[in-house]
């Protein structure tokens, strides 16, 4: 049976227009993968509702106000069987970093430049490319990757 994932994930920037990470130790093993602040949208939750949760989960922050939608990724993992889309939102928010994730993955929360942006999201393509893209300008992108280590392509 095929396995059908949503996510939601939120750009952050500070008044230096650093992007707002977070470090995941999904496998509590140490080693720490960086993404967006976001996560999957449970069941009778909508998007917008999950997007707050995981920012306030994930960094102690408030989503004050989602601005708009800055892209829609993809991801075909024919190796788990599964298909995930996700979609990121730029957004306002209010409050200090504080992260209280209820499951213990986030060890990090930090706000990076573009080019730090690039080295830590290196060799995740879904996440990196539509990202640094955004941040150059670009925005309401669909993204299609057959794999999260796979070349991808813009719609």
């Known amino acids: 049976m ?17 992007v707002l990470l977070v470090g995941n130790d999904w496998g509590r093993k140490g080693q720490v993968r960086y993404t967006l602040p976001g ?8 998007v917008l509702e999950a997007l707050a949760r995981e920012v306030r989960e994930e960094t102690g922050l408030w989503v004050k106000a989602v601005e708009h939608l ?3 990724i993809q991801v075909e993992d024919r190796r788990k069987n599964e298909r995930t889309l996700a979609m990121a939102f730029k957004a306002s928010y209010e409050g200090l970093l504080n992260p209280k994730d209820p499951d213990g993955h986030i060890v990090e929360a930090r706000f990076f430049t573009p080019e730090e942006v690039a080295a830590k999201l290196a060799g995740h393509r879904p996440l990196q490319e539509p990202l640094l893209d955004y941040l150059s ?4 992108r669909f993204y299609a990757y057959t794999g999260w280590g796979q070349p991808g392509v813009r719609v």
């Not at 095929?2 to 650093?18: F, K």
């Not at 949208?41 to 909508?46: D, R």
């Open 2 to 18: 095929r396995r059908e994932i949503l996510v939601v994930a939120a750009i952050l920037l500070d008044r230096q227009g650093r």
């Open 137 to 140: 300008g670009e925005r309401g």
């Open 39 to 46: 996560g999957t949208v449970e069941p009778g939750e909508t």
């Open 70 to 72: 800055a892209y829609v």
